[in-house]
C-alpha cells in the first residue's frame, strides 16, 4: 500500500523460531559510478515455522536517502550483528591462476605474498580472473587490495577494474584507475589500498572479478575481498533493470 512496503517470508527451517530483522542498502550513483549507504531501521521480528509479513513504513526511512537513491535493496538478516545475510569471502592474489603476472613475497602482505605484475619485463593483459559463481539478485560489493608503482603517467589508465558476466560476454561495470584515485584511496598510511567496484544484480547470473594491467604501472594484487548482499530490489535502479 501506499508508504510502505510489506515483506513476505517464509522460514522454511524446520521446528526453528528465530528473531530476524530487515536491512536496507540505499545505492547512489554519481557519474556513472554507484556507491552505497547501509540502513538498519532496528526492527526485530520473532520468526516461527511459518509465513510471515513485515511491514516498513515510508516515514521510518531516512527521508534525505530514501529520496537521492536510485535504488532500494531489502534483505533479511539477524541482530546484533547484521553480518548473515552479507556473504564476505576473501581470495588471496596469490591463490589466482597467474597469466601475465608471477607471485612475490612482501612482509607486507595479508598473507606474505601477492600476484605481481612488472610493466617492464611483461605485456599488458589480465593479472586475475574468477572466481566465477552464480549470484541472485541483490548486490555485490568487490574490493580489490592492491598497490600501485612505477607510475609512467599521471593522466593515463593504470589498470582497471571490473566485474564481467560471462554470460553476457562482457564487462558489467568497471573501474578504471589513474595517479589521482591513489591519493584518495584509502587506508592512506599503508602500501596496499582498497578499490572498490559496486554493482546491483537484477537477476541470478554468473559473475566474475578482473583486474587488467596496462603498461603505465606496475600492479601487486594482495586479495579481493567480496561482500554480497542477497535481497530484493523495492527501489529498482533502471538503468540496471531494464537491460537485466
Given at each position: ?25 540505499f ?76 607471485n612475490k613475497i ?78 584518495k584511496?584509502?587506508?592512506r598510511?599503508?602500501?596496499?589500498k ?40 523495492v ?9 537485466k
Amino acid at each position: 500500500s501506499r508508504g510502505e512496503y510489506r515483506l513476505t517470508v517464509v522460514n522454511s527451517v524446520k521446528k526453528r523460531s528465530t528473531s530476524a530483522g530487515v536491512g536496507i542498502v540505499f545505492l547512489f550513483e554519481t557519474n556513472n559510478k554507484y556507491h552505497y549507504e547501509l540502513f538498519k531501521p532496528g526492527k526485530v521480528f520473532h520468526l516461527t515455522q511459518d509465513e510471515h509479513e513485515f511491514i516498513i513504513k515510508q516515514e521510518e526511512l531516512p527521508r534525505t536517502k530514501f529520496e537521492n537513491a536510485v535504488g532500494m535493496l531489502f534483505f533479511l538478516d539477524y541482530p546484533p550483528t547484521f553480518e548473515t545475510s552479507t556473504h564476505p569471502l576473501l581470495y588471496e592474489g596469490e591463490s589466482f591462476l597467474p597469466k601475465v603476472g608471477t607471485n612475490k613475497i612482501d612482509p607486507s602482505a595479508s598473507n606474505q605474498k601477492v600476484l605481481f605484475f612488472d610493466s617492464r619485463q611483461r605485456s599488458p593483459g589480465f593479472l586475475s580472473y574468477g572466481p566465477v559463481i552464480p549470484y541472485a539478485q541483490g548486490l555485490i560489493i568487490a574490493d580489490f587490495k592492491i598497490a600501485l608503482s612505477q607510475l609512467k603517467s599521471r593522466l593515463r589508465p593504470l589498470c582497471t577494474l571490473d566485474i564481467y558476466s560471462p554470460g553476457d560476454q562482457k564487462s558489467i561495470q568497471k573501474r578504471v584507475l589513474k595517479a589521482s584515485d591513489i591519493k584518495k584511496a584509502k587506508p592512506r598510511n599503508e602500501k596496499y589500498k582498497s578499490y572498490q567496484v559496486v554493482f546491483p544484480i537484477p537477476v541470478t547470473r554468473k559473475l566474475e572479478f578482473r583486474i587488467q594491467t596496462s603498461k603505465w604501472a606496475d600492479v601487486s594484487f594482495d586479495y579481493l575481498n567480496l561482500t554480497y548482499y542477497q535481497g530484493i530490489w523495492v527501489k529498482r535502479p533502471e538503468t540496471i533493470f531494464d537491460g537485466k
